[in-house]
């Protein structure tokens, strides 16, 4: 099964990706996260992609790319995927499209959570991300069991360097602008799938297990 999360910043795609890929038994590859873990070990690649995200814009095509053909070539990656924040730029989508072509393959599903601005802004404001393993959550909607400690390394959490208000809205921007214009892309392709982002986590999931079967 190969799945795109389709959404604006803060709507929920990690959140769902990494359900999806415990139920479908498929890897979760998250750029954002790819990206995070190189800035924590102080790579180049880190360095170069720190300098993007701090305010709110991509990295470019040509850092992200071969970076993502490399890994979704890996071993783990034959019964498929779940990419969660690629593609982000119609070059992105086609280089991925054409990488597939080359093996006889294409993506099978588009999943767009929707979710309108307004809600973005709050629910960016408390989520808290663990710095050591990555999972995600928030002051009221998945609060941790004890305050400031990740329930499932026991690490700090914290608000992402790009979750400060100013860097929400400049990352909004750059979605309309850059990243919306990919569900023509996929509605195109007839693999695109809208979600109602705004319900509870688990209606959403429920609601993505409707679309890709039991
Ligand atoms: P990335 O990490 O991909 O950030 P993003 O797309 O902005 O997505 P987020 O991780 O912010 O949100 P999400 O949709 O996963 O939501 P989540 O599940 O956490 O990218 C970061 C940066 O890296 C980019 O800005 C860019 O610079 C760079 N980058 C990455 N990929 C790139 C690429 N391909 N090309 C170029 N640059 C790239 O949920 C958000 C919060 O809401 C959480 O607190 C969660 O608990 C809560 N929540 C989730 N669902 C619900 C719900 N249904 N109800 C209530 N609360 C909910
Ligand atoms: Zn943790």
Not at 15 to 39: C, E, L, M, V, W
Not at 172 to 186: A, C, F, G, K
Not at 187 to 193: A, D, E, T
Request: glycine share 8%; with cysteine.
């Amino acid at each position: 099964m190969k799945i795109i999360m389709l959404g604006a910043p803060g709507a929920g795609k990690g959140t769902q990706a990494k359900q999806i890929a415990a139920k479908y038994s498929i890897p979760h590859i998250s750029t954002g996260d790819i990206f995070r873990a190189n800035i924590k070990n102080g790579t180049e690649l880190g360095k170069k992609a720190k300098t993007y995200m701090d305010q709110g814009q991509l990295v470019p095509d040509e850092l992200t790319c071969d970076l993502v053909m490399d890994r979704i070539q890996q071993d783990d990656c034959k019964n498929g995927f779940v990419l969660d924040g690629f593609p982000r730029t119609i070059p992105q989508a086609e280089a991925l499209t054409a990488a597939l072509e080359k093996v006889g393959q294409k993506m099978e599903y588009a999943i767009d959570v929707d979710v309108p601005d307004e809600n973005i802004v709050n629910r960016m404001g408390g989520r808290r991300a663990c710095l050591n393993c990555g999972a995600t959550y928030h002051v009221v909607f998945n609060p941790t069991k004890v305050e400031g400690k990740c329930d499932a390394c026991g690490s700090e959490t914290v608000l992402r360097d790009d979750d400060k208000p100013e860097t929400v809205q400049k990352r909004l921007t750059v979605y309309h602008e850059q990243t919306q214009p990919l569900i023509d892309y996929y509605k195109k392709q007839n693999i695109l799938h809208s979600v109602d982002g705004t319900q509870p986590m688990d209606d959403v999931f429920a609601a993505i297990v409707g679309i890709l079967g039991e």
